[in-house]
């Protein structure tokens, strides 16, 4: 397989031998003067063109020749404009964002034919500016909640933004925030994304055929990339909504040289319920989360530029009375410095260091106990990313990466006046990471384009550790192997190929297929379906064995009137190795070594999804359908049967409309419709020795009523001529009030052999009703 | 300590609840399956086999205590084998708490180590089959106590196991306390896939009455004056893998975080368990 792939990737090489000269330059917004990533480059009229990368820069080699250009990216005014290429030409181009003005919407221009020019299959582009006039619940705009009504992405339970990728588990998804991996995006519980919607500028999701840059997960890539700040002009942004309010500013340090964006969000639900709770029986508690995002730019030259982002987010829990009082902060911090570097017009460089962790922390005390409860996961990173581009429609990108990670298993110690318990707690986790990765894409003829990618990666579980053996019965320690610091406990490696290929098949129509093999090395093993704070990851290590996922897909794709409408069937079939869940009957414990209690099996998925998109206009949706099967086989579980996975739903439907009423208004709606999640239910009880035994005939076989919902939302926009722009967003969601199921519990009402009569009954616990919501957004 | 992960997991939902708007009974079809028999028998090395055979009842169904002599199935033609002699099982009837409850007993065929023993059924039209085997008897190497810290009365039982070198024994044992009967702990079986062939110490819980939560005080320790009995049983794989998954289902009941467990039994057309002892006394006694 190896050989295979190399050769693939040498052969474009021997064809780049001609005169050529090179196109290059960034891609930016006129307004801010923000680089802007993913932008497309394109030859009118062939099959050439390139993106830019994340950093905005674009880079195409051609024969010398006269050439028109279109230059686009989604939410701005296409660039079209011919130029003519004797030598190496410099261009920056600068995109205007699409004024909301309804003349706008005659402007016929060419429309970006990606969808069938690219080999790339299942990658979606989300400008989160796009996103502001989508329905949601409170009114807080969530990239995470907007990516689960693409097909082949699932939402968790009601509300939450834990997302499932083709049959894939929560912790698969890769979540990449300027680069630095978020290990929880989820505030209360998963509600909320850590990702605050003014500071993001866009993401970009992969489901398959991610390019070898991206690694470490076995079933998706959520790229996320913050604003960087308008190098122009100072302006600041919020909004004030029913449980949170934003505040966003951002300017020139230097003009057209550097800028900065601050931006801060922080919810008051609990200064608003506190009067009301206290007179619960919920009263002592708060709860309240926030995130800072910052970024700093500095542009040296057009070769030079150097970015420093970061990331902090807390979510606050704490509880107080008479008997016990504590405090649970947890969240995530990332910072990130980059330093872009162009050697010449067609190589650019990338250098990163990037500090990220996530920590969960529980301090109290209970009757003169004090006591403490960490845990949480430590990266530093570092790593060099190259984009070369020899020519028009070949794009290779190579690189090199590192991380050391510092896992912290959750860990308990204590003290009662003079007495300390525990004070160690459980030991630490060491590892390391790096991969080097190649990607290149190329037209092997003038139908069949193909981009491949190969990246070699390896992980070390790293001293000091121990390695306890028990003894089955008592639990006591019977034996064990101690390692010292930074020697190798275990070591694990792999290549990872991707390889896309695109068969144009007339001018609006294409073929792809791909295959995907990704490698994953750390873990988090989830026991309820479903993501809490003071859930671990867990490294790979003489316990734990890396995940893999292989994936296979093809897909046609067919774009409509002149590029407006773009559709696409694809199916796939995906193979996950190495999945790891909870052994049966296991409950949490303290201090426990928590890989002891996994089992590891095997899953599969495989499906259809449909999708039909509308991108410009004034009308612009999409609609998605899946048909999917997802299944496990653990033999330690359902008596080593195959069972459906928890969020195998056989049918998923979103379909998400806008629409551009005036110049001042916007509405739009969104529907979702899903098959019930798969649940186990007991179905019979008896008795053994006196105890009353729950029979569960299989895992997850039974399955929960259709999640369903309608949102609909209404944007007005003030005035432009204002110094201080304003709109307001009304929403409902869950506009017919349907009582989905967040969970269930059984209720029981009295005591085995001892109550003349014992009742069990199974509710139903729903989370949000209709739900009105009214945000107020400015800009200055 | 009383806090455990447990707490901050409810606290969490508690959180979570202050957004829920609604509970009420679930409005859908709740899973129905067909009532099953089950089995609960026995056969120890010099002891006749003993079935208790019952039937399941739907989850969602009122349990009645003055009608729990109904889920006892009366009337089955039970036959004990073990290759060679066979025994048809008679059904007596034991009064217990007012409750007549028919028990099937296998007079003058005796349970003998390394012998293996199939149970047939035939009930209702329906036919249940299982195999158990009585291994041979893993006497414990010795017995002994310990004082617990900062307590006058708690001690602490403590044996020495030498594992033969043979792998794939399994082990359960039962404790009693005085002239209380033989019970259990909460985690009464033990295998030898990580110990074996080697000689090791541990500690014996005290067994419990699961429907009595008094037992479960100070659990696992005996008392000072105690004298202590310990039924220790090998058994086979089979019927270590019904209690090792049983036991992990009683433990998370109750818990709204704990999976969902699927109890292996070895009983063929029916729920439950058909398991072999072979037991060896030890006994110890405490003073005061």
Same mark, same amino acid.
């Given at each position: ?780 | ?86 025994? +048809?099982?008679? @059904?007596?009837?034991?009064?217990? &708490?007012?409750? =007549? $409850? /028919? ?6 065929? *005796? ?9 047939? +059924?035939?009930? @209702?039209?329906?036919?249940?089959? &299982?195999?158990? =085997? $009585? /291994? ?6 010795? *017995? ?145």
């Amino acid at each position: 397989m190896r050989l295979a792939t190399a050769a693939v990737l040498i052969v474009p090489m021997l064809a780049a031998g001609q005169q050529r000269v090179t196109l290059s330059g960034y891609i930016q917004d006129a307004a801010s003067g923000e680089r802007l990533a993913a932008a497309t480059v394109a030859i009118v009229g062939t099959s050439v063109g390139t993106y830019s990368n994340d950093y905005g820069f674009y880079s195409l080699s051609v024969v010398p020749g006269t050439y028109r250009l279109l230059v686009s990216y989604l939410g701005y005014e296409s660039l079209d404009t011919t130029v003519q290429l004797k030598a190496d030409l410099r261009l920056n181009v600068s995109l205007r964002p699409q004024a909301r003005q309804l003349q706008e919407l005659i402007v016929t221009s060419e429309r970006s034919e990606d969808n069938i020019v690219q080999a790339e299959m299942g990658r979606f582009e989300l400008p989160m500016e796009k996103l502001r006039t989508l329905p949601v619940v409170f009114g807080e705009q969530d990239l995470l909640k907007t990516i689960q009504l693409l097909p082949g992405v699932q939402g968790g339970t009601e509300g939450s933004t834990g997302y499932y990728v083709r049959g894939g588990g929560p912790d698969q998804n890769l979540i990449l925030l300027d680069e630095a991996t978020v290990y929880n995006a989820s505030h209360l519980l998963g509600f909320f994304s850590v990702f605050n919607s003014d500071a993001i500028l866009q993401a970009t999701l992969f489901k398959e055929g991610m390019p070898a840059n991206y690694g470490g997960r076995i079933s998706s890539v959520l790229d996320i990339t913050m604003k960087e700040g308008n190098s122009r002009q100072f302006h600041g942004t919020g909004g004030i909504g029913l449980i949170a309010s934003r505040l966003t500013l951002e300017g020139p340090l230097v003009k057209d040289r550097s800028s900065f964006i601050v931006s801060g969000r922080r919810t008051y639900v609990d200064v608003l319920l506190r009067p009301w709770l206290n007179t619960t029986d919920f009263a002592g508690t708060a709860y309240y989360f926030y995130d800072l995002n910052a970024k700093l730019n500095y542009r040296f030259s057009d070769k030079d530029r150097l970015y420093l982002s970061g990331y902090f987010g807390r979510d606050i829990f704490s509880f107080k009375d008479d008997f016990i009082s504590f405090s649970i902060p947890w969240g995530n911090t990332t910072t990130t410095l980059r330093w872009n570097h162009l050697f010449s017009d067609k190589l650019f460089m990338n250098a990163t260091a990037v500090y990220a962790d996530y920590q969960f922390s529980l301090t109290g005390n209970q009757e003169m106990v004090e006591f403490e409860v960490r845990s949480g996961i430590r990266d530093f990173h570092l790593k060099a990313d190259f984009d070369f581009y020899p020519a028009a429609d070949h794009h290779w990108q190579f690189g090199a990466l590192y991380t050391y990670h510092v896992f912290q298993p959750q860990s308990v110690s204590g003290r009662s006046g003079e007495t300390t318990f525990n004070p160690a707690g459980v030991d630490k986790r060491y590892a390391q990471e790096g991969a080097v990765y190649v990607h290149t894409q190329y037209d092997l003829t003038r139908r069949l384009r193909m981009s491949a990618g190969m990246r070699l990666s390896w992980f070390q579980q790293l001293g000091p550790a121990t390695l306890y053996r028990y003894d089955a019965f008592s639990g006591e320690v019977v034996d064990s192997t101690v390692y010292k610091r930074g020697q190798v406990v275990k070591s694990y490696g792999s290549p990872e190929p991707r390889l896309l290929l695109r068969y144009r098949l007339g001018a609006n129509d294409a073929l792809k297929a791909s295959y995907t093999l990704n490698q994953q090395y750390v873990h988090l093993v989830t026991n309820n379906g479903t993501t809490l704070p003071a859930d671990l990851w867990v490294p790979s290590g003489l316990l734990v064995k890396p995940q893999i996922g292989h994936q296979w897909a093809l897909g046609y794709f067919r774009n409509w009137l002149n590029n407006q409408l773009e559709s696409s069937a694809e199916i796939y079939y995906k193979k996950l190795l190495n999945q790891i869940e909870f052994r049966e009957g296991y409950t949490p414990r303290v201090n426990e070594v928590i890989e002891e209690n996994f089992v590891y099996g095997n899953g599969w998925s495989y499906g259809l999804e449909l999708y039909v998109a509308k991108k410009t206009g004034r009308y612009t949706g999409w609609a998605g359908y899946t048909l999917s099967y997802t299944r496990r086989r653990f033999p330690e579980l359902n008596e080593g049967r195959p069972f459906p996975y928890r969020f195998d739903r056989r049918h998923n439907l979103a379909v998400v409309a806008t629409a551009r009423l005036s110049d001042r208004w916007e509405i739009g709606a969104q529907f979702v419709y899903n098959t019930g999640i798969a649940y186990t239910l007991p179905k019979q009880k008896y008795f053994i020795e006196g105890n009353v035994i729950t029979f569960y005939e299989e895992l997850n076989g039974f399955r929960l009523p259709p999640y369903h919902r309608l949102d609909v939302s209404a944007t007005l926009r003030g005035k432009k001529s204002k110094p201080i722009q304003s709109d307001w967003t009304f929403g409902i969601y869950n506009v017919y009030n349907r009582q989905n199921v967040f969970f269930i519990y059984n209720e029981y009402e009295g005591i085995f052999l001892t109550d003349p009569t014992v009742t069990i009954k199974a509710k139903q616990v729903s989370l949000f009703p209709i739900i009105p919501s009214v945000t107020w957004n400015f800009r200055f | 300590m009383e806090f455990s992960f447990l707490n901050i997991r409810f606290y969490l939902l508690i959180a979570a609840g202050l957004l829920a708007s609604c509970t009420r009974e679930l409005d859908i079809e709740l899973p129905s399956s067909a009532t099953q028999l089950v089995v609960e028998g026995r056969i120890e090395t010099g002891s006749p086999p003993v079935v208790l055979l019952s039937r399941s009842s739907s989850f969602y169904d009122d349990f009645i205590l003055d009608s729990a002599a109904n889920y006892f199935v009366s009337g089955a033609h039970i036959v004990v084998s073990d290759g060679t002699d066979s025994v +048809i099982l008679a @059904e007596v009837f034991i009064d217990t &708490a007012g409750v =007549s $409850i /028919p028990v099937y007993v296998g007079f003058g065929f *005796l349970g003998q180590e390394g012998k293996t023993y199939q149970l047939r +059924i035939k009930v @209702e039209g329906k036919v249940l089959r &299982a195999v158990t =085997s $009585i /291994p041979k008897a893993l006497p414990l190497d010795s *017995l002994w106590w310990e004082t617990m810290p900062e307590s006058d009365t708690l001690v602490r039982l403590l044996c020495r196991f030498t594992d033969p070198p043979e792998p794939e024994n399994y082990v359960r044992y039962f404790t009693k306390r005085n002239a209380e009967p033989f019970m259990p702990g909460f985690n009464s079986v033990f295998e030898d896939d990580l110990v074996n062939g080697q000689s090791f110490d541990f500690p014996l819980d005290r067994g419990v009455d699961r429907n009595n939560p008094e037992t479960f005080e100070h659990y696992g320790l005996f008392y000072r004056g105690d004298t202590i009995t310990v039924k220790w049983c090998a058994i086979d794989a089979a019927h270590f893998e019904f209690w090792r998954t049983l036991e992990f289902e009683l433990g998370g009941q109750g818990s709204p975080f704990a999976a969902p467990v699927i109890i292996k039994s070895n009983i063929e057309g029916g729920l439950g368990i058909w398991g072999g002892y072979a037991p060896s006394y030890h006994q110890l006694i405490v003073p005061r």
